[in-house]
């Protein structure tokens, strides 16, 4: 049996359902999602394995026209990306018409494979249970028209649709080649990373306009708790969450601190599955002004 491996990366604009897609084909959660534009901020892998073929999965931010000094640094970085993996799957959300946006990543799909390097561009039309079959297959020919694609897969990611035929699809693209993680591997995300992923998960939801994107989350520090006769393992979990303005911090907090309380206790369920201990959380909302578009700010918030 022929084993292969390699990189496959997804991309797409904003809110297409990347993170999500590939969460289902690594069939544990490694990346946040939200119904919010700009969640991913950072390349998240995930690993696939199988008996013939390990597939490293790399999530990307949305890609976009840059309004600030964050959106060009993640444009950027989705850049690089398309330049080191094996195939590309663009993602192309089939409630949504085929717009600019999607021309827009079509253009630099176009420009990667006339480099020489000839990286095969995989077209995924994901959230396909969101709309019938007849709106589907108009929505397949004018993702057909907008470029030259190896594939074109649709599929849904919450209905489980087609999730291996894509997987079949990314994989036959691989190089032969040994495995590149561990077995059991599904992730190369510090924890202390998906903790401050988890947090602002949580965070996003039901925040507008422009809050979501002047969110950033850090933690702290996380420290076990000192144990007193056979009282269970606890980490303490400090986490600093920032935005641009008051305003801001007054929304993230609400009312008597209610809105910050059910932040913490959702957050908290996912930080103490994924770490596996009962996790006393800590949140704490700070202004670092007009971040996203100072560049020692962004410097010092990881990007
Ligand atoms: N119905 C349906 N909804 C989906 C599907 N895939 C994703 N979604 C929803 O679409 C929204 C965006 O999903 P994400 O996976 O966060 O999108 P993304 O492309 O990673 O977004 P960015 O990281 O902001 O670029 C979320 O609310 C998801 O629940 C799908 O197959 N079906
Ligand atoms: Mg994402």
């Known amino acids: 049996m022929t084993f292969r491996s390699g ?36 390349t998240i892998r995930g690993i696939v394995h199988r008996e013939d073929a390990q597939m490293v999965l790399v999530d990307t931010p949305g890609l976009h026209r840059p309004r600030t000094l964050l959106g ?74 907008l470029g030259e694609w190896a594939d074109i897969v649709p599929v849904s990611a919450v209905g489980g649709y087609q999730v291996d035929t894509l997987s079949d699809v990314l994989i036959g693209h691989l190089p032969e080649g040994p495995p590149l993680y561990a077995d059991g591997e599904l992730t190369d995300e510090p924890e202390i990373v998906m903790v401050a992923e988890l947090v602002r998960e949580a965070a996003l939801e039901g925040v507008h306009d422009e809050l979501p994107h002047s969110l950033a989350v850090v933690v702290d520090e996380i420290v076990p708790r000192e144990r007193l006769g056979d009282a269970p393992a606890m980490l303490d979990v400090r986490v600093n969450l920032f935005v641009e303005r008051d305003s801001q911090k ?20 996912g930080i103490e599955a994924l770490l596996g201990t009962k996790v006393y959380l800590d949140l704490h909302v700070k202004v670092a002004k007009d971040w996203q578009r100072d560049p020692k700010q962004l410097g010092r918030l990881g990007f």
């Open 72 to 145: 060009e640094r993640l444009n950027a970085l989705v850049k690089d990306t398309l330049t080191e993996v094996d195939v590309v799957g663009f993602c192309l959300p089939a409630d949504q018409k085929v717009g600019p946006g999607d021309r827009f990543i079509a253009e630099q799909l176009v420009q990667l494979a006339g480099d020489g390097r000839g990286t095969p561009v995989v077209a995924v039309v994901t959230k396909s249970d969101l709309v019938p079959k007849g709106r589907l297959a108009e929505h397949l020919l004018a993702v057909s028209r």
């Open 250 to 269: 007054a929304i993230i907090i609400g009312k008597g601190g209610t809105r910050l309380r059910d932040v913490g206790s959702q957050a908290r369920r």
């Open 7 to 42: 990189f496959a990366c997804f991309v797409g604009r904003p809110n297409a359902g990347k993170s999500t897609l590939t969460n289902a084909l690594v069939g544990q959660k490694v990346a946040i999602t939200s119904d919010r534009p700009q969640t991913t901020r950072h």
